[in-house]
């Protein structure tokens, strides 16, 4: 089964929620107004990049999240191939 990584920018956040509405395995609101990516690694400080690994299983959920940002904070990349998936 393929390793995919959900990255996000937590900066660039609007509090818009659909991430944790069509995915709340991964994402739920923070006191702040923005989403959290629930298990991740701060990746960059400055970018408030978050990166979390998950498995196929969890894709659909995760690219519903990513599709349905205002913003486009969230991206899935394959661990394997690099490819960078939205
Ligand atoms: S959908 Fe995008 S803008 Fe909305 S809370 Fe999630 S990450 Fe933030």
Do not use: W
């Amino acid at each position: 089964m393929a390793t995919y990584i959900i990255q996000y920018e937590r900066k660039g956040c609007i509090g818009a929620g659909v991430c944790a509405a069509v995915n709340p395995d991964n994402f739920v609101m923070n006191k702040d107004g923005k989403a959290d990516l629930m298990g991740s690694e701060l990746k960059d400080s400055n970018t408030m990049v978050f990166e979390k690994e998950m498995d196929e299983s969890q894709l659909a959920n995760a690219k519903m999240a990513a599709e349905g940002c205002p913003v486009n904070v969230i991206h899935i990349i394959n661990k394997e191939t690099g490819e960078k998936i939205i």
